[in-house]
């Protein structure tokens, strides 16, 4: 079963990267949220199973807030890739959440402390990669390069 849901996992990644709207894009991350989380709960450990609910409670706050700014950039019938600052801020700040990076980082150590070696690899390595490719779409430099200042002193 473990390599069921890292295949979803991968095939979630995919469909976000491959994305052509911001709504597949947030289908692919749901898809690579759910598929990660039956890899998290360890019957053993109490502690990944708590891991596990920490991570789905604060990957389902950045998923609404997304949704939320995709369903709002959709009702502003600006579909493209031109987005407005505000839809922008929104979008950015719920994938910094998703990605865990400074300022909405908080969530991260904590959930860190409860995960086995090759779960903390896969959260701090695959899990990024559709985040980051999705910021990498955003026209938010400034914003970015605070949360890259905060994420290189706060993690120094």
């Known amino acids: 079963s473990k390599i069921l849901f890292m295949m979803m996992m991968m095939i979630g990644t995919m469909i976000t990267i491959t994305s052509n709207s911001w709504l597949g894009a947030w289908m692919?991350?749901?898809?690579?949220?759910?598929?990660?989380?039956?890899l998290l709960s360890d019957n053993n450990n109490m502690m990944s199973t708590e891991s596990s609910l920490?991570?789905?409670l604060t990957q389902a706050l950045a998923s609404a807030v997304l949704l939320f700014s995709v369903i709002l950039l959709m009702l502003k019938?600006?579909?493209?890739?031109?987005l407005n600052s505000s839809y922008s801020m929104?979008?950015?700040s719920s994938l910094l959440l998703k990605s865990?990076?400074?300022?909405?980082h908080f969530w991260f150590?904590?959930?860190m402390e409860?995960?086995?070696?090759?779960?903390?690899?896969?959260l701090m390595t695959w899990q990024k990669i559709a985040p980051l490719m999705l910021i990498s779409y955003l026209n938010m430099k400034n914003l970015l390069i605070i949360s890259i200042?905060?994420?290189a002193i706060i993690g120094a």
Request: hydrophobic content about 55%; cysteine-free; glycine content about 6%.
């Open 90 to 92: 929104i979008l950015l």
């Open 28 to 38: 692919g991350l749901e898809i690579n949220l759910l598929s990660f989380i039956p």
């Open 114 to 122: 409860g995960l086995s070696w090759m779960n903390a690899l896969m």
């Open 109 to 111: 150590p904590n959930l």
């Open 54 to 56: 920490k991570y789905f």
């Open 149 to 151: 200042i905060l994420s």
């Open 77 to 82: 019938n600006n579909i493209n890739m031109e």
């Open 100 to 104: 865990g990076a400074a300022p909405f």
